[in-house]
């Protein structure tokens, strides 16, 4: 699967969900709950225990059926080894431009985060084929995509942090291409307490919230009263 075809599989999903968990069993039934609730992509960070096996072990279970990355990606060699084992796009929190280089030295997709305008046209010009807009929420959320859309209508932008399904409309209508989701879709707690159908759920509403917001991107109207 090619950097292009991944990038428009992620923008048709329009959602990548971070698995930041304590344990690969929860990995595995989080991705269960997800394509159950209609999202086929996923990213499992470094920081589970073990992350590199545990990619490796969804990406042979579930083949096909989903499209795995890693995240949390800091270096090079770390990006290499989550590629060996089956990433097909490398996420990063910060901008490092080795480790864009080793992804698509491998011809995977990589999404590294910024921020401020130097660093998302900077991440732009390093051939990111998206930038992870993080910490969205704590600048202006929708807001700030907006403003940064502005100047920047060519880069495929991934908003990340706290977004809710009350919310993603304003972040399609401001023109982020996807979002990205931790716990507001993916709760360790709910999943540890055996409540996996709730995370279904929450897919299910989110891929309906994206859908509607790309068919009418104008929120709807208050009538003052």
């Known amino acids: 699967m090619s950097r292009a075809s991944v990038c428009h599989h992620i923008e048709e999903v329009g959602l990548v969900p971070v698995l930041r968990l304590p344990s690969a069993e929860l990995v595995v039934r989080a991705v269960e709950a997800l394509l159950a609730g209609g999202i086929s992509v996923c990213e ?39 590629i060996d084992a089956g990433a097909r796009f490398i996420v990063s929190p910060g901008l490092d431009l080795p480790t864009i280089s080793a992804a698509h ?11 401020t305008p130097t660093e998302v046209i900077t991440a732009w010009k390093a051939g990111a084929d998206m930038v992870k807009i993080f910490p969205c929420s704590a600048v202006g959320g929708a807001k700030y995509v907006r403003a940064l859309k502005g100047p920047l209508p060519q880069v495929k932008m991934l908003p990340t942090g706290g977004i809710s399904p009350s919310t993603a409309h304003e972040y399609i209508a401001a023109g982020a291409a996807a979002l990205g989701m931790g716990s507001e879709l993916v709760d360790a707690a709910v999943l540890a307490s055996g409540r996996d159908s709730e995370v279904t759920d929450r897919a299910r509403e989110l891929v309906a919230a994206i859908q509607a917001a790309r068919s009418n991107p104008r ?7």
């Open 105 to 115: 030295s491998r011809d995977v997709a990589a999404l590294p985060g910024a921020l």
């Open 219 to 225: 929120p709807p109207q208050v009538r003052s009263t």
């Open 44 to 82: 499992v960070t470094m920081t589970v225990p073990g992350a590199i096996e545990v990619i490796r072990h969804i990406v042979q279970r579930f083949g096909a059926r989903a499209l795995v990355g890693a995240g949390t990606v800091l270096t090079a060699e770390d990006a290499i080894a989550c």
